[in-house]
């Protein structure tokens, strides 16, 4: 048992290190060195928009950068505070404070922890589509929205949190625009999308922070202008190193908590394996999921006793981080070094960064998260998969993350038990059955293409699983028929499983026909489906010599029923 745990629970670094070289390391120290500097500006917008202090957003991004790199079971993923989670920590703050934020991210590390060790990592993933999607450009939307303010320098009353209520403030209040601010912003923006063009390998971002900030620190210094509005003007940054806080954990702040935990730990699942899953298209590489859950859930458990927010795979710095040579999770190691050095030695220059800028930044990270070109697609296909895109995207908007995958997962599992029960068919033979046609060939020794039925004997075939679904639809055209057979052969070969009320109503139909004198023989049960079936009341019933594996032998069974019956006749 110790050897598969050490076999199923390896971090990807170990297993990188048995290899390692020089080559790989000066690769890694390039890739790291810039990812280090990319996620620092990012870490700030993160933090802000969050609703926190800078600080925070930098803090999360060098310990949970750390942790998720060291036991992470991705090679190149990076790790940190991301766009997806500002919404779910804002609303957070905003309703419990910064405590009741530090106490729902250890209950969602808690949480992910128990999610890689029970493996379930390969179930996250089965999360249909439509919901990802559309809580996503929800996300994106709604983090547009919180930008707007910024982005033009508005002047405005203290913001609601709420969507229309937010954009009803900004028409009031639109004509307090700051034209220079609205400028930097847009520039910001163009620079974003125009550097990819040039180079891939320097992200637009930071060539937009760059050449902002000593663009605005020139205009202040020089130009006299001091209507632009920097993150020293909102912010004190301390450039030091977090002390260890309290986390108040109590079970009344657990039970208040629990939803907003549970919201944080399974879009942290989700971002963070579709993060790693995009990773190994780009490097030939498979991840473990199960151990990135796990090294995400120590992460988000460790990372708010120092102060920091939640944190998950980032897809924007995993992918930096592979275009920049990254090939292990040292690179990873060496990012979040960068970012400690950098806010150690050099943090107070962050104070020059405008805030216009940042909005420019975070502007464009929705834009990407919005995946506009995937929402429009989903929407032209069925009306199943419409329902559940456009539930998930409103709710989110409308109220929130922890609703919206609710009733989002809801309305997905009634469409797939509507489409289960659909492709689930139930048919009535009498007479005889051909063999050659439906190609039958379990008993392996077919004499004849025609199988007859003895007189009184009528045939059942379930295609598809025999859940709670269908059992209805069996029991109803059971109860339908007024004829009243001697035997009943259920075939069972297309039944891939059977659940509790499946085995409940065909249960109830042996009995009720025990009751009525008719025999019941079923065919071609699948070993997983004879388990269940043994383990019910149903063997006790209709007899275990009932129970047959092919329909020759059930036939022949019938034959010899019909045998004894009329033998019990003739002596009366």
Same mark, same amino acid.
């Given at each position: 048992?110790? =050897?598969?745990?050490?076999?199923?629970?390896?971090?990807?670094?170990? *297993?990188?290190?048995?290899?390692?070289?020089?080559?790989?390391?000066?690769?890694?120290?390039?890739?790291?060195?810039?990812? /280090?500097?990319?996620?620092?500006?990012?870490?700030?917008?993160?933090?802000?928009?969050?609703?926190?202090?800078?600080?925070? /957003?930098?803090?999360?991004?060098?310990?949970?950068?750390?942790?998720?790199?060291?036991?992470?079971?991705?090679?190149?993923?990076?790790?940190?505070?991301?766009?997806?989670?500002?919404?779910?920590?804002?609303?957070?703050? &905003?309703?419990?404070?910064?405590?009741?934020?530090?106490?729902?991210?250890?209950?969602?590390?808690?949480?992910?922890?128990?999610? /890689?060790?029970?493996?379930?990592?390969?179930?996250?993933?089965?999360?249909?589509?439509?919901?990802?999607?559309?809580?996503?450009?929800?996300?994106?939307?709604?983090?547009?929205?919180?930008?707007?303010?910024?982005?033009?320098?508005?002047?405005?009353?203290?913001?609601?949190?709420?969507?229309?209520?937010?954009?009803?403030?900004?028409?009031?209040?639109?004509?307090?625009?700051?034209?220079?601010?609205?400028?930097?912003?847009?520039?910001?923006?163009?620079?974003?999308?125009?550097?990819?063009?040039?180079?891939?390998?320097?992200?637009?971002?930071?060539?937009?922070?760059?050449?902002?900030?000593?663009?605005?620190?020139?205009?202040?210094?020089?130009?006299? =202008?001091?209507?632009?509005?920097?993150?020293?003007?909102?912010?004190?940054?301390?450039?030091?190193?977090?002390?260890?806080?309290?986390?108040?954990?109590?079970?009344?702040?657990?039970?208040?908590?629990? #939803?907003?935990?549970?919201?944080?730990?399974?879009?942290?699942?989700?971002?963070?394996?579709?993060?790693?899953?995009?990773?190994?298209?780009?490097?030939?590489?498979?991840?473990?999921?199960?151990?990135?859950?796990?090294?995400?859930?120590?992460?988000?458990?460790?990372? #708010?006793?120092?102060?920091?927010?939640?944190?998950?795979?980032?897809?924007?710095?995993?992918?930096?981080?592979?275009?920049?040579?990254?090939?292990?999770?040292?690179?990873?190691?060496?990012?979040?070094?960068?970012?400690?050095?950098?806010?150690?030695?050099?943090?107070?220059?962050?104070?020059?960064?405008?805030?216009?800028?940042?909005?420019?930044?975070?502007?464009?990270?929705?834009?990407?998260?919005?995946?506009?070109?995937?929402?429009?697609?989903?929407?032209?296909?069925?009306?199943?998969?419409?329902? =559940?895109?456009?539930?998930?995207?409103?709710?989110?908007?409308?109220?929130?993350?922890?609703?919206?995958?609710?009733?989002?997962?809801?309305?997905?599992?009634?469409?797939?038990?509507?489409?289960?029960?659909?492709?689930?068919?139930?048919?009535?033979?009498? /007479?005889?059955?051909?063999?050659?046609?439906?190609? &039958?060939?379990?008993?392996?020794?077919?004499?004849?293409?025609?199988?007859?039925?003895?007189?009184?004997?009528?045939?059942?075939?379930?295609?598809?699983?025999?859940?709670?679904?269908?059992?209805?639809?069996?029991?109803?055209?059971?109860?339908?028929?007024?004829?009243? #057979?001697?035997?009943?052969?259920?075939?069972?070969?297309?039944?891939?499983?059977?659940?509790?009320?499946?085995?409940?109503?065909?249960?109830?139909?042996?009995?009720?026909?025990?009751?009525?004198?008719?025999?019941?023989?079923?065919?071609?049960?699948?070993?997983?489906?004879?388990?269940?079936?043994?383990?019910?009341?149903?063997? *006790?019933?209709?007899?275990?010599?009932?129970?047959?594996?092919?329909?020759?032998?059930?036939? &022949?069974?019938?034959?010899?029923?019909?045998?004894?019956?009329? *033998?019990?006749?003739?002596?009366?």
């Amino acid at each position: 048992m110790r =050897i598969n745990f050490l076999q199923d629970f390896q971090p990807a670094l170990f *297993q990188s290190l048995r290899t390692y070289n020089k080559e790989k390391f000066f690769a890694d120290l390039m890739s790291g060195l810039i990812v /280090g500097v990319v996620a620092l500006p990012l870490a700030i917008a993160f933090g802000i928009a969050s609703g926190v202090t800078p600080e925070k /957003g930098i803090y999360t991004a060098i310990i949970a950068g750390f942790i998720i790199s060291f036991l992470g079971g991705s090679r190149v993923q990076i790790g940190g505070p991301t766009g997806a989670f500002i919404v779910i920590v804002y609303g957070i703050v &905003e309703q419990y404070g910064v405590q009741g934020l530090a106490i729902a991210t250890v209950l969602a590390g808690v949480m992910l922890l128990l999610m /890689g060790f029970l493996k379930l990592g390969e179930v996250i993933k089965f999360i249909p589509y439509p919901i990802v999607i559309g809580f996503t450009s929800g996300i994106a939307l709604t983090i547009f929205s919180t930008q707007i303010k910024d982005f033009f320098g508005l002047t405005t009353p203290a913001l609601p949190s709420g969507f229309f209520e937010k954009w009803t403030i900004y028409l009031q209040y639109f004509s307090t625009i700051n034209g220079w601010a609205a400028l930097i912003a847009l520039i910001s923006v163009a620079i974003i999308v125009i550097t990819p063009k040039i180079s891939n390998k320097v992200p637009g971002s930071l060539v937009a922070i760059i050449v902002m900030t000593l663009a605005v620190y020139l205009m202040k210094t020089y130009g006299d =202008i001091t209507s632009i509005e920097t993150i020293g003007d909102r912010f004190v940054i301390n450039s030091e190193l977090p002390e260890m806080k309290h986390v108040p954990l109590s079970l009344e702040s657990i039970r208040l908590l629990f #939803p907003s935990a549970f919201t944080i730990a399974m879009l942290g699942a989700i971002e963070s394996l579709l993060s790693a899953t995009v990773a190994d298209g780009a490097t030939g590489h498979k991840h473990n999921s199960n151990m990135e859950l796990v090294a995400q859930g120590a992460a988000n458990i460790i990372v #708010p006793f120092f102060g920091g927010i939640p944190a998950t795979g980032a897809i924007a710095r995993t992918m930096t981080n592979i275009n920049n040579g990254g090939r292990t999770p040292v690179a990873g190691i060496i990012h979040a070094v960068v970012l400690l050095l950098i806010v150690l030695f050099l943090g107070d220059l962050t104070r020059h960064i405008p805030m216009a800028c940042l909005a420019g930044v975070l502007v464009v990270v929705a834009y990407n998260m919005s995946e506009w070109r995937t929402f429009t697609s989903l929407t032209k296909q069925s009306k199943s998969t419409l329902g =559940i895109l456009m539930t998930t995207f409103l709710l989110t908007v409308i109220f929130d993350l922890t609703i919206a995958i609710g009733v989002g997962l809801m309305l997905a599992i009634f469409g797939f038990l509507k489409r289960l029960n659909e492709s689930t068919q139930v048919s009535r033979t009498t /007479g005889s059955i051909d063999l050659a046609k439906e190609m &039958e060939s379990q008993s392996g020794d077919i004499q004849e293409e025609i199988l007859h039925l003895p007189s009184g004997v009528e045939v059942y075939e379930i295609e598809g699983p025999f859940f709670f679904g269908v059992a209805g639809k069996f029991d109803e055209i059971t109860r339908e028929l007024r004829d009243h #057979p001697h035997i009943r052969i259920i075939r069972m070969r297309k039944v891939p499983f059977i659940d509790s009320t499946g085995l409940n109503n065909l249960e109830i139909l042996c009995r009720r026909s025990k009751k009525e004198k008719i025999r019941i023989i079923l065919s071609g049960v699948k070993d997983s489906v004879r388990e269940s079936i043994e383990k019910s009341n149903i063997p *006790q019933i209709i007899g275990s010599e009932n129970i047959c594996s092919n329909i020759h032998l059930a036939v &022949e069974r019938a034959k010899m029923l019909n045998a004894e019956q009329k *033998q019990k006749e003739t002596n009366k």
